[in-house]
């Protein structure tokens, strides 16, 4: 499979200190990949980094386009879109009316042209995103009517409705419940199945653990393992260093539970 995502000898250093060092991460078409690791492992800023929005070294091609020195606001145009660990919405919008803002990004010609007419194509955008978040029935609901889960799918839906390349999930599943979470994994899934791979950020193990095809771990930004969820699980470091060895323990139906069928052959 061609890779989406290309990041070699990602690093980030903040002064003396070395936030991310040589960080390798590939995701291809069909793929959704997690990316783990202890609170201040690097994860965040790794997304950071490839999204433009710190400084770093190592390469970044997307597609097979280096966007290497390129500004954030190209990235996101090139087709990196992302989430943010905090949920923020525009609570005067409507849900549709938020994902209507994250589907436009005109040149300044279709600028102009929008001042006599509204492009179709945005409605059709924002109403598959809806309908794959299963949000249809919320899509004139503001943000204040919203449950956590539902405003963490709208999050979802929001880089969703800017057509990327590739979609960037930080914590999508912080403060969800177990049923929350399940129904996010599945949500995820078919996001990937219907052709936008993911890179996921997360520390809800179960979930990560069940809906991912390769696993990325990372301790003091460095990599500490990688594989299918099985080699993950079963690699000592990992357990000893993040995991723990409550995640050797975890049964099929532990990870069905947690939002799909297990992938990479977890047992």
Not at 70 to 99: H, I, M
Request: charged fraction near 20%; aromatic fraction near 4%.
């Amino acid at each position: 499979m061609s890779a989406v995502l290309d990041a070699r000898g990602i690093c980030v250093s903040f002064g003396g200190v070395h936030a991310v060092t040589d960080v390798d991460i590939d995701v291809a078409h069909g793929q959704l990949v997690g990316l783990i690791g202890p609170n201040g492992a690097g994860k965040t800023t790794f997304i950071d980094a490839i999204t433009g929005f710190v400084a770093h070294r190592g390469t970044v091609r997307l597609a097979d386009a280096d966007i290497t020195d390129a500004p954030a606001y190209v990235r996101a145009r090139r087709g990196l879109s992302r989430t943010w660990q905090a949920t923020d919405l525009f609570e005067d919008l409507s849900v549709r009316e938020n994902l209507t803002v994250a589907a436009r990004h005109p040149s300044f010609l279709q600028s102009a042209r929008e001042l006599f007419t509204t492009p179709a194509t945005r409605h059709a955008v924002v109403e598959d995103a809806l309908d794959t978040l299963a949000l249809g029935h919320l899509g004139d609901a503001m943000p204040s009517e919203l449950t956590q889960g539902q405003r963490k799918l709208v999050s979802v839906a929001q880089a969703l409705a800017a057509r990327p390349k590739l979609l960037l999930l930080d914590e999508p599943a912080a403060g969800l419940d177990a049923h929350e979470s399940a129904e996010l994994g599945r949500h995820l899934r078919r996001i990937v199945e219907s052709g936008t791979p993911i890179l996921l950020v997360d520390h809800d193990m179960g979930l990560v653990l069940a809906i991912c095809d390769r696993i990325v771990v990372i301790e003091f930004g460095l990599v500490i393992g990688r594989g299918t969820p099985a080699d993950v699980r079963q690699n000592p470091r990992v357990v000893e260093a993040y995991l723990g060895s409550a995640a050797k323990e975890l049964t099929t139906a532990d990870l069905t539970a947690a939002g799909a069928e297990p992938q990479g052959g977890a047992p």
